[in-house]
């Protein structure tokens, strides 16, 4: 080192510190502005380093930027990639933002680099890695803003998550999107899992919600983990927590595993879904528990072969498909199969509702092998759901067609009198009804009853209750 940049050595030091009390009250553009005063070569950027591949000057500077991508981006078996948030600038304790702009020391020689949304930029290393690549999250806790992990990537790309994902608790924070939170958007062969939590920190959300304080105006509030576009999916071990409303949805994806996951919220929030899935096709739920203030699973409009088995919910409002087609708009679900779940205190079981005055068909669902355990509605077709705040729904002539449903070996205990209810439409009639292999009973013991409207149902085996037609 030659003594003029050993003379530099204290100046480094002198603005590290001067920057470090100050950044609370320096805008990020105008940091970058001033910073670029001094020159590039003097004060690299993190941005600079990553995206340009390193350019410092050769002595003074290189050797830093060497560690950094050498431990930004190891070679873990050879054809793995392992990229460590951590070495991007991600702090991990829980209280600092690590969404946006981090100052630390390089551990070659204590130089200063500045970084901005450590997470942003070891997924940008992560997806453009010519070789499969692991973007690892440690045993820390992060804070987080809303945040978008975008593909297309060049290879396979599996995201460990070890540590826990905390959400802002400041509304503000969600002004620009009030609606996402972590979203994963147009990735292929992508893997999530690693034991880790996700927590949306939601109480404050849940706090302003109309459902809870009926002066407020009703707004939607994030969903917490979005998978959305992604194809060859699959998302495994993972405890998400606490979501401002939904927990987990998958929006337009196809080819999806989902496994392992423990999803709980108290039983009053509202709106926290635990599985939304919409317009996806061929996905497996499955071994998952789910805990929350709204339905466990509820798969809506244009889903087609969606399976969900072992499946462990309560409290929450249970298994739904639907709700289908507000608004008058058309909807179409089919080839749904849950099997092997255990419902307990929920307010609903085994649930389709849709709208008056929508259009489309839910057809081919067969609900098996479930078990009820003080469930208010255990099996129940709603074809005239109406969630309107304001005032009642009007009764319309169009409706989405209910048919080929199969109920299946479902035993248990119903928290109402009624343990089937199937109040369809009159102008739809809901058809193909098959119940088989049912023992429902009111809880303590007690015969319970089955209300059957505008519909036929085909009895196979022993069913209690049988359905009497009014």
């Known amino acids: 080192m030659s003594p003029q940049e050993i003379d530099l050595i204290p100046f480094f030091f002198i603005i590290l510190s001067f920057v470090s009390c100050s950044l609370q009250d320096i805008p990020l553009?105008?940091?970058?502005?001033?910073?670029?005063?001094?020159?590039?070569?003097?004060?690299p950027s993190y941005f600079d380093m990553i995206d340009d591949g390193g350019n410092f000057s050769k002595d003074l500077i290189k050797q830093s930027s060497d560690v950094l991508s050498l431990k930004?981006?190891?070679?873990?078996?050879?054809?793995?990639?392992?990229?460590?948030?951590?070495?991007?600038?991600?702090?991990g304790d829980g209280e600092t933002d690590d969404t946006e702009v981090i100052f630390f020391l390089n551990q070659s020689g204590g130089y200063f680099v500045a970084s901005t949304r450590a997470f942003a930029k070891a997924w940008k290393v992560a997806c453009s890695s010519n070789d499969e690549a692991v973007l690892v999250v440690p045993e820390k806790i992060y804070h987080l803003k809303p945040i978008r992990f975008s593909g297309p990537c060049k290879s396979e790309v599996t995201v460990q998550i070890l540590g826990t994902l905390k959400a802002s608790d400041n509304r503000p924070d969600f002004s620009q999107d009030g609606r996402h939170w972590l979203v994963f958007d147009t990735v292929r062969n992508l893997l999530v899992e690693g034991g880790g939590v996700i927590n949306g920190n939601g109480e404050q959300w849940?706090?302003?919600?109309?459902?809870?304080?009926k002066s407020k105006p009703c707004k939607d509030a994030p969903t917490a983990l979005i998978f959305q576009k992604c194809k060859n999916l699959r998302v495994n071990n993972l405890n998400i927590q606490d979501a401002q409303q939904i927990h987990v949805s998958f929006q337009k994806c196809m080819n999806v595993q989902a496994s392992n996951l423990s999803i709980i919220a108290p039983e009053k929030s509202p709106n926290t879904?635990?599985?939304?899935?919409?317009?996806?096709?061929?996905?497996?739920?499955?071994?998952s528990v789910i805990a929350t203030g709204d339905d466990c699973l509820s798969i809506v409009n244009g889903c087609e072969k969606v399976q969900a088995t072992n499946i462990t919910c309560g409290p929450g409002h249970g298994i739904s498909i639907g709700s289908l087609g507000s608004g008058n708009s058309k909807a179409y679900v089919s080839e749904i199969t849950v099997t092997g779940a255990i419902l307990?205190?929920?307010t609903n079981g085994v649930r389709i509702k849709t709208w008056q005055g929508g259009s489309g068909s839910a057809s081919n669902i067969t609900f098996e092998n479930i078990e009820m355990h003080n469930v208010s509605n255990p099996i129940i077709i709603d074809q005239n759901y109406c969630d309107n705040r304001k005032k009642?729904?009007?009764?319309?002539?169009?409706?989405?067609?209910?048919?080929?449903?199969?109920?299946?070996?479902?035993?248990?205990?119903?928290a109402s009198d009624v343990a089937i209810k199937f109040d369809c439409s009159k102008s739809f009639p809901?058809?193909?009804?098959?119940?088989?292999g049912i023992n429902l009973q009111r809880e303590g013991g007690k015969a319970a009853k089955a209300s059957c409207n505008h519909v036929n149902v085909n009895s196979i085996g022993d069913v209690s209750p049988l359905c009497h037609y009014s």
């Open 273 to 287: 879904d635990g599985i939304h899935v919409t317009d996806t096709q061929n996905i497996l739920i499955t071994n």
């Open 206 to 213: 849940w706090q302003n919600s109309c459902k809870i304080n």
């Open 29 to 43: 553009n105008k940091y970058v502005e001033e910073a670029s005063q001094f020159g590039s070569q003097a004060y």
């Open 72 to 91: 930004s981006f190891d070679k873990v078996d050879g054809t793995s990639a392992s990229v460590n948030v951590n070495d991007f600038g991600a702090e």
């Open 392 to 414: 009642p729904c009007k009764e319309q002539r169009s409706a989405v067609q209910v048919e080929n449903v199969v109920y299946k070996n479902i035993s248990g205990t119903s």
């Open 430 to 436: 809901c058809k193909g009804i098959v119940l088989q």
């Open 344 to 346: 307990s205190g929920t």
